[in-house]
């Protein structure tokens, strides 16, 4: 089955720095979405994104499919966005999410 | 609020007890997912419903596993015979099916301990 790799595993920020998430996968995808995981357990949609650039806000992620990588920016980190970041690739017959082992991001005051 | 909902939001069981989870998708979508996450761990796809019809279980779901969406809205995760290993988080989430699949919203999940 498809592999997901996502690094670093662990990032401390202080607030204000910018940051750069990335996610490997091992097989073409057609699909593949960033989430927030907030200390609740709550995942928070970031972004679909199956190719190309988007942006919202603050963060910013490229997935650039052909070369079997994705990547998420954080500019001028916050404290609330401290948390763990999952990246996960879509099955295109089930849907279902193959997820990586997350970034657990601290971003201090 | 017309995202995902899911009942109870904890679940604390002795060992060796039924438990049933329910989870309410977003009322369009057809489609609905079950995932288990541990702690440390992304979350692991269980099962999932197109509909009303079960169309995929994973290797994780053992026989004391069952799940069901009988009128293809909500659905219910059960647990038999709970074993200390079961403790996790449990997820579901929803996805409308246009063609191929879009994007998946989770709902809150549910935390189960098993002492």
């Known amino acids: 089955g498809i592999q997901v790799e996502q690094s670093p595993p662990d990032l401390i920020l202080q607030e204000g720095a910018n940051s750069t998430l990335r996610c490997n996968f091992s097989?073409?995808?057609?699909?593949l979405q960033w989430f927030h995981q907030n200390p609740w357990g709550q995942l928070i949609n970031l972004f679909y994104?199956?190719?190309g650039t988007k942006q919202n806000g603050r963060l910013s992620a490229t997935t650039v499919a052909t070369e079997r990588y994705s990547l998420l920016y954080i500019s001028s980190s916050q404290t609330t966005d401290s948390g763990v970041y999952f990246c996960?690739?879509?099955?295109?017959?089930?849907?279902?999410?193959?997820f990586g082992q997350g970034t657990t991001l601290q971003v201090k005051p | 609020d017309t995202g995902v909902s899911q009942d109870p939001r904890h679940k604390i069981t002795k060992r060796g007890q039924n438990v049933t989870f329910r989870c309410d998708p977003i009322s369009e979508h057809n489609r609905l997912y079950w995932y288990r996450q541990t702690l440390g761990q992304g979350p692991e796809f269980l099962t999932y419903?197109?509909?009303?019809?079960?169309?995929?279980k994973s290797r994780l779901l053992s026989d004391r596993f069952s799940a069901e969406r009988p009128k293809g809205s909500f659905s219910t995760l059960e647990i038999q015979r709970t074993e200390q290993g079961d403790s996790a988080m449990y997820l579901c989430a929803s996805s409308a099916m246009r063609g191929r699949p879009v994007e998946q919203y989770f709902g809150p999940g549910t935390r189960l301990t098993v002492t």
């Open positions: 996960a690739v879509v099955n295109s017959n089930t849907g279902k999410l193959i």
């Open positions: 419903f197109q509909n009303e019809a079960q169309l995929e």
């Open positions: 994104i199956p190719s």
């Open positions: 097989d073409s995808v057609n699909n």
